[in-house]
């Protein structure tokens, strides 16, 4: 009986250490899959930051390029700007020289004119030159009035200081034509609508 009782307590030890072996394992086990478990999340975590910190460094980036393109577009936009000014200067100095160059030599032409109509105002009729002249005179006129040149009618017209210049004034023997232009010293001329000489007149007054 002794020795049955020596076995059975024998196998209920054995019994105990396996049962308190395998809540040992059951324990370690838990214990790495806990700190698996840490591990895991520690290192998504880590993946989690990671990847902000790049999204973040590829915002920073992109910031940056729109401010170097914002940059660049404006110092383009300054820089056809100023061409563009610079082209309208330079158009407008051009058309300002040939106009002026052209006015500057048709002002030299216009006392020739002057000349030659009072030529041939002192001409005869019957003299065999006046033809002539009077056929240069017209070809002189047409090839300066394709460049722009108008003489000025003034002849019986009010007096106007912006295109006349009175040169002496005359009492008026009729109070209808006080004021007006009553004979005409020296023709006015436009070039281009603009006033290149002032006719100077004689005003009734």
């Known amino acids: 009986m ?4 020596n076995i059975e307590n024998q196998n209920a030890a054995i019994n105990d250490n396996d049962t308190i072996a395998s809540a040992a394992q059951q324990s370690q086990a838990n214990e790495n899959s806990g700190s698996a478990n840490e591990e895991n999340l520690s290192s998504r975590r880590a993946r989690k930051k990671r990847s902000e910190r ?13 401010m170097k393109l914002a940059e660049m577009n404006d110092k383009y936009m300054r820089l056809y700007s100023e061409y563009e000014n610079y082209r309208k200067r330079t158009s407008a100095e051009k058309a300002g020289l040939i106009i002026n160059g052209g006015k500057d030599v048709i002002k030299l032409m216009l006392p020739i004119l002057d000349d030659m109509e009072r030529a041939i105002s002192n001409m005869a ?5 006046k033809e002539g002249m009077q056929l240069i005179l017209k070809n002189m006129l047409n090839a300066l009035q394709q460049k722009g040149l108008k ?7 009010k007096f106007d200081e912006n295109y006349h210049e009175a040169i002496t004034q005359i009492p008026a023997t ?6 007006t232009v009553i004979d005409v010293v020296k023709k006015g001329y436009f070039l ?13 007054s």
Do not use: T
């Not at 790049?54 to 729109?66: D, R, S």
């Not at 009729?174 to 004021?179: A, I, L, M, N, T």
């Open 125 to 129: 009729d019957d003299d065999a030159a």
């Open 151 to 157: 003489p000025m009618e003034a002849m019986g017209v």
């Open 54 to 66: 790049h999204m973040e460094e590829m915002n920073q980036k992109v910031e940056q390029m729109g």
């Open 2 to 5: 002794e020795q049955n009782e």
């Open 174 to 179: 009729d109070p209808q034509v006080k004021g």
């Open 192 to 204: 281009n609508d603009e006033v290149i000489r002032f006719a100077q007149v004689v005003v009734a």
